[in-house]
């Protein structure tokens, strides 16, 4: 009974603040289901969400303007059409992919990250790509993988 205790506390805790959800954008990864379960999620949670996405330091001022303009569509589209608070972000820190995601989530003190995952073969669902894996086991928070 103790237990429960503490958990209802921390509970109503979080319930106090906006929950925060990070949604890792891949652009070699199928977003339509992950943008799906993150919307689902926000709006059940009532959850600000951040839609970031990594470049190296060397991207062209071209591609980087690219990415920001599929963000911005996908945050109108997706999340301010259905009544949800988003925001978008371009990492350019010299940072891994993986190690920039779970920076900047630590940095927003997001509540949860949401990633995209590429289906494998049978040897290699045992293993997820280095990012994805590197995300799951580094991030400060829970991470929901979605393929």
Not at 31 to 43: G, M, N, P
Not at 50 to 74: F, G, N, Q, S, V
Request: proline residues 2%; contains cysteine; glycine residues 6%.
């Amino acid at each position: 009974m103790r237990n429960t205790g503490l958990f209802m506390k921390w509970a109503k805790a979080k319930q106090r603040r906006i929950m925060k959800i990070l949604i890792a954008y891949d652009k070699n990864v199928s977003i339509s289901r992950v943008l799906d379960e993150a919307l689902l999620r926000a709006k059940k949670l009532g959850a600000h969400v951040y839609l970031a996405t990594t470049c190296e330091p060397d991207t062209k001022l071209l591609t980087i303007r690219k990415l920001e303009t599929e963000l911005e569509e996908l945050r109108q589209e997706v999340f301010e059409n259905n009544g949800v608070e988003c925001e978008t972000h371009v990492l350019i820190r010299g940072l891994d992919p993986g190690e920039d995601i779970v920076w900047y989530a630590r940095e927003k003190k997001v509540d949860e990250i949401i990633i995209g995952i590429k289906k494998k073969s049978k040897v290699g669902k045992l293993v997820f790509g280095s990012t994805a894996q590197y995300i799951i086991l580094e991030a400060h928070c829970p991470v929901l993988s979605v393929k």
